[in-house]
């Protein structure tokens, strides 16, 4: 086995998120162990007390910007990385937190804290490909471990990631789901979502919220139109298409189109 020195060196860097995407890289056990052995996991505060300083050869980087000290530090983590890989919602799309981007945020923070002149914040939630340019972004609110192992292995492979483009309806279909939209009404974000959960939540009966953000094509247009024709009002519709993924620019028109409708 080669030495450590020779491996490659990883770094996971956490900003603005509730650390789901890094619970879903520990939760890969078994799979986990393997990758260990054949890198260098040299920051990754999460589970280990050990952090070593850059460069390192991957960084990965869960969560979104949301203050003047993540916007500087995402830099600096840019410069130490030289493949910079974004993992979840948060980090790829500004995540549940980006609903504050069409509100008054200064109003949010005088209601909430009893001091808020300490309170430094920006007023936009942003997915990190808005501050850095990155290499690969890898969806889900949590993301899919076994998507994140293929995305490890083929990062030293040199190789491109077998990561699914497409949308929760062609799980659907593979698992016979009848569809919910079209036979009980049920508004379902399926057709315009990546798919990776494996169609969970239709698969018991309730519509896709849309965790892993848009597919590669996704016609928003034609779904909220036929939420319309099913009787889903515009201000149903900005409420689903602004959940995990709100800001990702897909749904963020999406949800505006119907909101200025």
């Given at each position: 086995?080669?030495?450590?020195?020779?491996?490659?060196r990883i770094a996971?860097?956490?900003?603005?998120?509730?650390?789901?995407?890094?619970?879903?890289?520990l939760?890969?056990?078994?799979?986990?162990?393997?990758?260990?052995?054949?890198?260098?996991?040299a920051?990754?505060?999460e589970?280990?007390r050990?952090?070593?300083?850059?460069?390192?050869?991957?960084?990965?980087?869960?969560?979104?910007?949301?203050?003047?000290?993540?916007?500087q530090?995402i830099?600096e983590?840019?410069?130490?990385?030289?493949t910079?890989?974004?993992?979840g919602?948060?980090?790829?799309?500004?995540?549940?937190?980006a609903l504050?981007?069409?509100?008054?945020?200064?109003?949010f923070?005088?209601?909430?804290?009893?001091?808020?002149?300490?309170i430094?914040?920006?007023?936009?939630?942003?997915?990190?490909?808005?501050?850095v340019?990155?290499d690969?972004?890898?969806?889900?609110?949590?993301?899919?471990?076994?998507?994140?192992?293929?995305?490890?292995?083929a990062?030293?492979a040199?190789?491109k990631?077998?990561?699914?483009?497409?949308?929760?309806?062609?799980?659907?279909k593979?698992?016979a789901?009848?569809?919910?939209?079209?036979?009980?009404?049920?508004?379902?974000?399926?057709?315009v979502?990546?798919?990776?959960?494996?169609?969970?939540?239709?698969?018991?009966?309730?519509?896709?919220?849309?965790?892993?953000?848009?597919?590669?094509?996704?016609?928003?247009?034609?779904?909220?139109?036929?939420?319309?024709?099913l009787?889903?009002?515009?201000?149903?519709?900005?409420?689903?298409f602004?959940?995990?993924?709100a800001?990702s620019?897909?749904?963020?028109?999406?949800?505006?189109?119907?909101?200025?409708?």
């Amino acid at each position: 086995m080669s030495s450590n020195k020779e491996r490659p060196r990883i770094a996971v860097f956490k900003f603005a998120s509730c650390d789901g995407c890094q619970l879903s890289l520990l939760d890969a056990e078994d799979e986990l162990l393997e990758i260990v052995a054949a890198v260098d996991v040299a920051y990754l505060p999460e589970a280990s007390r050990t952090m070593l300083k850059g460069p390192y050869d991957i960084g990965f980087v869960e969560g979104s910007v949301t203050t003047h000290q993540d916007a500087q530090r995402i830099q600096e983590v840019r410069r130490q990385c030289k493949t910079l890989i974004t993992i979840g919602a948060c980090a790829t799309a500004g995540g549940i937190q980006a609903l504050r981007n069409w509100k008054d945020v200064d109003e949010f923070v005088r209601v909430v804290y009893a001091t808020p002149q300490f309170i430094s914040t920006l007023k936009l939630s942003t997915p990190i490909a808005e501050h850095v340019p990155v290499d690969f972004e890898l969806r889900g609110c949590p993301i899919n471990k076994y998507h994140l192992i293929e995305l490890i292995t083929a990062t030293l492979a040199g190789r491109k990631p077998n990561i699914p483009t497409y949308s929760v309806c062609i799980d659907c279909k593979r698992k016979a789901n009848v569809c919910i939209t079209v036979a009980r009404g049920i508004t379902c974000l399926g057709p315009v979502t990546q798919a990776g959960c494996g169609a969970l939540c239709p698969s018991y009966d309730r519509g896709c919220y849309g965790c892993y953000g848009p597919m590669e094509t996704p016609n928003t247009a034609s779904l909220t139109n036929q939420l319309r024709i099913l009787g889903q009002t515009d201000d149903q519709n900005v409420r689903a298409f602004r959940g995990f993924n709100a800001w990702s620019w897909q749904f963020r028109k999406a949800s505006e189109e119907c909101e200025h409708k």
